[in-house]
């Protein structure tokens, strides 16, 4: 059983979820993206892609309140009737079967999880990463056993009556998105290439992730238009009336509506609602690798300082809920990894661990001051250790809890690193707010951040009152 860190800030959460405001005219450009790792500096608002790891950040300090060790109250059942503006969209909160618990299959990570060693009894969707178009509107695949991952994977998951879809796109690979939704000849050349690859492959859906219409964010040689969003309904129009109408179709989105011809949020996204199954809310990425680190995937901006408030879960409900589209057709998105800085700031606590030797994590991509870290290496470099059924920090790291995004986070005085990241305990939070606020479920990216014991995961499933 997860301990349940974090009980007294979600009741009080789920107690002001009214106050949430919709998002309007917010034009932060929100680097995250399944596709490669960013790292950010104080600097700069947005990140450069730099690995293909899982996905880019923005710098969004935030001040925190923290402690040594978390709160450890257990957490109370909030009926879904005392919810509110978040979850007004949804009258009830989707029956526990028709839960989704899915994880992104990252065909970079082949090494760290093949398709074989995924527990599909875990798990009821898996979003295969990435397919990308390119300038004929053709898909490719970026690493050369791409295509034999896939057919693994498909096959893994049929023997267990479980699903995949074929996510296309990423922070990476959203360059001819634009282009092919443009008009209606390529959009019905798009769609029928989606089409074929959706039947040799045996898939059960498509995960479109478009970072963002409108915005040229990954790369100022992307295409952007002012009529992206609505040329991408066009898109899902025809994509929903050629495949099989069992098809599954998902996108992964930002933390407020797509933007429309004004450049401002749409208002109403009911029309999306009725050709998509459902979206996944990207939080994660909010802050990255800074010497002033913030919370990776806040939860919300419980205390009422973060530098962006409306990149957290809770805010991100209500803007798409007050924006009309359904909380149970939001999946939310969590992170089974953390960013590396190196910083040396401290909050209430000045506190030093005894120190066996001055260890340092080492990021995916090989440094110590920045990039992306997955939740298993933190363990496995050390940092991390599991005590009586308790994470707690290990070799000079020592583990602090912030209240304001209800998130955990490691630092080390001798080796001048921050760790921000999530746990089970910050995992089991989310995933009890989606089930609590009626959303669809939750998305991990991607499955080989856990570990080999799926703690995440079974984090996760507990949260949303699976297991």
Known sequence: MVALRASLFLLS???TLAEAAPVHNHHRLRARSPCSAGSSSSSSSTSTSTHSSSSHSIKATQSTTTHARAPTTTLKTVPTSSTSAAAAASSTAAPASNKVIAAYYSDWAADIISPEEVDFDRFNWMDFAFAIPDENFNLQFTEDDSEQLLQRLVTAAHAKGKGVKLSIGGWTGAMYFSAAVSNDANRHTFVQNIANMYSQYDLDGIDIDWEYPGIAAASPDNGASPQDTANLLEFFKLLRNTLPKDAVLSAAVQDWPWQGADGNPLSDMSAFAQQIDWVTLMNYDVSGSSSTPGSNAPLSDQCGNSTYPQANAVAAVAAWTNAKFPADQIVLGVPSYGYVSQSTVDHLYDKRAHI?????????????????????????????????????????????????????????????????????????????????????????????????????TDALRTGLGLS
Do not use: H
């Open 356 to 456: 066996r030797r001055a260890l340092q994590v080492v990021s995916d991509a090989g440094s110590t001051s920045d990039g992306q870290v997955l939740f298993r290496e933190l363990v496995s470099q050390g940092a991390l250790m599991q005590q009586g059924g308790e994470w707690i920090g290990n070799n000079g790291f020592v583990k602090y809890w912030d209240d304001c995004s209800a998130t955990p986070w490691l630092k080390s005085d001798a080796g001048e690193q921050v760790i921000t990241y999530d746990d089970p305990d910050s995992l089991f939070v989310k995933a009890q707010y989606a089930s609590q606020v009626g959303l669809r479920g939750v998305n991990m990216f991607d499955v080989s951040g856990d570990t080999t014991s799926w703690v995440l």
């Open 13 to 15: 959460l789920l107690a």
